[in-house]
């Protein structure tokens, strides 16, 4: 995956750098960006050198340089130094990378959002930046930049002359969001829901829930946490906040009583919205389909108003925002023998709650004359010892979602195809690219085809041998289950 182009903008200079790590550098450098990765790095970019439990970003160095790195931060100087550039030399280049983050927040003027939650972070994070780009510079996670390495690298990324920050948090075991929330240090929190995700971690959802109150570890006592009032989990989490000293709340969700409430939504080829933003009603248009999407929606406008930012030119911007791959974008497929099926690519991830949401998007989805409804689903992981039951139990969900067949692949999909009714299971795989030549055959004009598995089971692998094994069109930006 490639990194977004951006502005060419000075991010980070030999001296600034010096001073926030106590490195100290072999040359002057200037740099425009931060990669951890020589496979994404861009011309100009500080290569910090990182060492993981299965490489150390030591070994790529020359690689580094060969590609255009302005500088490199190491732990260590190779032996043979003499084809490299600049080096920032720190005790610990993690280490380094979180007092880069930590200086990079510091200096910022950016008003920041850190958003967490069992499904719908990234979307929700895609949809606040694209709602406030419509209002001044923004710095955002790309991708899912969001564990103990995305983390710092996102903020370590973030220019001083940001209006606004936003960050994804992630977790899968308890304690793993309060180093990270403590180094956003947001002014605003979102948690979008709770629900059974990373079980075989936790005993119970509600301890994924106190895990998620982690976020409220780095909110100043003057902050706002955004919660999502129709989870079981609001009072929870409130009760979190509360302890840990925050006053301030906004509620969001479709219950009456909410603090940004979803009034309506239609889906029909496009999805419209009707709310109340904080005593504020308004209709429009969101390019992301599925009530869920809506719902999140909420938060965002929340946000946004919470920012003193301007929801006409925010909601506008949710109207026309893209999906990026994986997220439940839509592509036309031309098949070989003629015709086209639409894709919905929701490859990226998924949980029950997530798949769930993915099935109303593809019943909202109407084929086209003579097509049909099929869902591609790989394993959902991190169940824990209830993943059979779980995958079982979407069987009734796909039924009442009008779905024609399914076709599934995995260890844990099989439950989920021995559940469902003969006439609806289109084959079961042990492999995800034993897939291609099934949907190849199964596929017909006007068919309407939803892939969506957790990132382990690499659909994304099928999708793109769909849309490599023929011309395709890109469908209008309409996507999003997760």
């Known amino acids: 995956m490639t990194r977004p182009a951006r502005e060419a903008r000075l991010l980070w ?3 600034e750098a010096e001073a926030a790590t106590g490195g100290h550098s072999t040359a002057p450098w200037e ?10 790095l861009a011309a100009g970019d500080l290569f910090i050198a990182v060492r993981g439990e299965h490489f150390d970003g030591h070994d790529f160095l020359k690689d580094a340089f060969a590609t255009g790195a302005a500088a490199a931060m190491v732990s260590r100087i190779p032996r043979d130094d003499r084809d490299l550039g600049p080096l920032l030399i720190v005790d610990d280049t993690y280490a380094g990378l979180k007092k880069l983050a930590k200086a990079a927040r510091k200096r910022a003027r950016a008003k920041v959002v850190a958003i967490t939650g069992s499904v719908g972070k990234t979307s929700t994070k895609e949809a606040l930046a694209a709602a406030l780009a419509a209002l001044g510079k923004v710095s955002a996670s790309e991708g899912n930049l969001n564990n103990r390495w995305g983390v710092p690298l996102s903020l370590a990324r973030m220019p001083a002359d940001s209006d606004y920050g936003v960050f994804e948090v992630a977790m ?37 829930a106190l895990a998620k109150s982690e976020i409220f570890d780095g909110l100043d006592l003057s902050g706002i946490a955004i ?12 009760s979190e906040a509360e302890a840990r000293g925050i006053a301030n709340f906004i ?49 965002v406008l929340a946000a946004v108003r919470s920012l003193g930012g301007d929801l006409g030119s925010a909601a506008d911007a949710l109207g026309t925002m893209a999906t990026p791959a994986g997220r439940g ?46 869902a591609v689903l790989g394993d959902m992981l991190e169940l824990g010892p209830g993943s059979a039951r779980a995958h079982e139990e979407l069987a009734g969900d796909l039924l009442a979602a009008e779905v024609d067949l399914v076709l599934t692949t995995g260890a844990n999909m099989i439950h989920l195809d021995d559940t469902l009714p003969r006439e609806k299971r289109a084959g079961h795989t042990s492999r995800p690219e034993d897939l291609v030549p099934k949907l190849k055959r199964l596929l017909r004009p006007g068919d309407v085809v939803l892939v969506k598995a957790s990132h382990g089971q690499n659909l994304g692998r099928v999708v793109e041998a769909l849309i490599t094994a023929g011309t395709t069109r890109k469908m209008p930006a309409k996507g999003g289950a997760e």
Not at 287 to 293: A, E
Not at 329 to 340: A, N
Not at 359 to 368: G, K, N
């Open 13 to 15: 200079t030999a001296a």
């Open 31 to 40: 740099a425009e960006g931060i990669s951890l990765d020589t496979r994404t």
């Open 172 to 208: 899968n075991h308890a304690g793993e969001i309060t180093p990270l929330a403590r180094m956003v240090r947001p002014d605003i929190a979102i948690v979008t829901t709770v629900n059974a995700v990373h079980l075989e971690f936790f005993d119970s959802v509600e301890e994924i």
């Open 227 to 238: 919660l999502n009032f129709d989870n079981p989990y609001f009072d929870l989490l409130k």
């Open 251 to 299: 509620s969001f969700g479709e219950s009456e009583g909410a603090d940004a409430r979803l009034i309506d939504f239609r889906a029909n080829g496009t999805s419209r919205v009707t709310c109340d933003i904080l005593g504020e009603e308004m209709e429009f248009e969101l390019s992301l389909p599925g009530r869920h999407s809506a719902q999140n929606a909420m938060a």
């Open 329 to 374: 974008r839509k592509v036309g497929i031309r098949l070989s023998g003629g015709g086209t099926a639409l894709m919905i690519d929701d490859s990226y991830n998924a949980s029950p709650a997530s798949m769930r949401a993915a099935f109303r998007i593809l019943q909202e989805t109407e084929p086209e004359p003579g097509g049909r409804r099929i």
